[in-house]
């Protein structure tokens, strides 16, 4: 096995590991933290609120920089290589990166604090669960690519 298999590797695992920790925290958040922190008095559960997103604030920061990284390098160095001439597999990566730009964008005004996004924040509830939804479409179509494999 050559270096450049380990870094390949590696950066396939860092991007998986990336969704799996952050599309798992956005269920979690949505699903079991949301409803029970609804339960406490107002000014509790916007106190947890403020602290939850405090902390949950670095890891998507975090995430979504090292999706950039290693989904660039995965797309450019790794798989457009294998699939030079293949619409369909750039079509739907091409998909696959304007959505994950969109979750981007929507996770970091979630966790944001400009007052531009306040009203976003005021829905979040809808706003995770749209996250939810279009991650796990990022995922769908992730899949394709891999099971399809490269056209002959």
Same mark, same amino acid.
Do not use: C
């Given at each position: 096995?050559?270096?450049i298999d380990l870094v390949n590797?590696?950066?396939?695992?860092?991007?998986?590991?990336?969704?799996?920790? /952050?599309? @798992?925290?956005?269920?979690?958040?949505? +699903?079991?933290?949301?409803?029970? %922190? $609804?339960? &406490?008095?107002?000014?509790?559960?916007?106190?947890?609120?403020?602290?939850?997103?405090?902390?949950?604030?670095?890891?998507?920061?975090?995430?979504?920089?090292?999706?950039?990284?290693?989904?660039?390098?995965?797309?450019?160095?790794?798989?457009?290589?294998?699939?030079?001439?293949?619409?369909?597999?750039?079509? /739907?990566? @091409?998909?696959?990166?304007?959505?994950? +730009?969109?979750?981007?964008?929507? %996770? $970091?005004? &979630?966790?944001?604090r400009s007052a531009a996004f306040?009203?976003?924040?005021?829905?979040?509830?809808?706003?995770?669960?749209?996250?939810?939804?279009?991650?796990?479409?990022?995922?769908?179509?992730?899949?394709?690519?891999?099971?399809?494999?490269?056209?002959?």
């Amino acid at each position: 096995m050559q270096l450049i298999d380990l870094v390949n590797y590696a950066s396939r695992w860092l991007h998986i590991s990336t969704a799996i920790v /952050l599309v @798992g925290g956005m269920v979690f958040i949505r +699903f079991v933290l949301n409803p029970n %922190a $609804e339960q &406490l008095p107002p000014s509790e559960h916007d106190r947890l609120r403020e602290l939850v997103t405090a902390g949950w604030r670095k890891f998507v920061r975090a995430g979504i920089l090292l999706f950039l990284l290693t989904g660039f390098y995965n797309y450019i160095a790794v798989a457009a290589p294998k699939h030079h001439g293949d619409g369909l597999y750039h079509a /739907l990566m @091409g998909t696959k990166i304007i959505l994950a +730009f969109g979750v981007f964008f929507l %996770a $970091e005004a &979630l966790v944001g604090r400009s007052a531009a996004f306040a009203r976003l924040r005021e829905q979040r509830k809808m706003w995770l669960m749209v996250l939810i939804l279009v991650a796990f479409v990022i995922v769908a179509i992730s899949s394709v690519l891999r099971v399809r494999g490269v056209a002959v």
